[in-house]
């Protein structure tokens, strides 16, 4: 699966590429731009996988909710 470039994800790698020129690696706004940027593009992907997929019960739903909130969750 190959994960399209929404305009947002393209919008915030120019400014990812903006402050690059211009910021120190570890400046806050540089960061947050990368970790913005990190969020789109894996936005996206869930977007496609869950678009490509069959239709998910509420369990797996919830499964994979708790994975996005930093949660372990069992391999069943």
């Keep these: ?14 400014s990812v590429a903006s402050l690059t020129r211009s910021r120190k690696p570890d400046d806050p706004a540089l ?3 990368r970790r913005n940027l990190r969020t789109e593009r894996l936005a996206d992907y869930i977007r496609e996988t869950v ?10 739903r919830d ?10 969750s069992d391999a069943s």
């Excluded at 678009?51 to 998910?56: G, K, Q, S, V």
């Design 51 to 60: 678009d490509a997929a069959p239709p998910l019960t509420q369990d797996q």
């Design 31 to 33: 960061l947050d731009a």
């Design 1 to 14: 699966m190959m994960t399209t470039e929404s305009p947002n994800w393209r919008s915030l790698r120019a």
């Design 63 to 72: 499964r994979l909710a708790v994975l996005l909130r930093g949660g372990a």
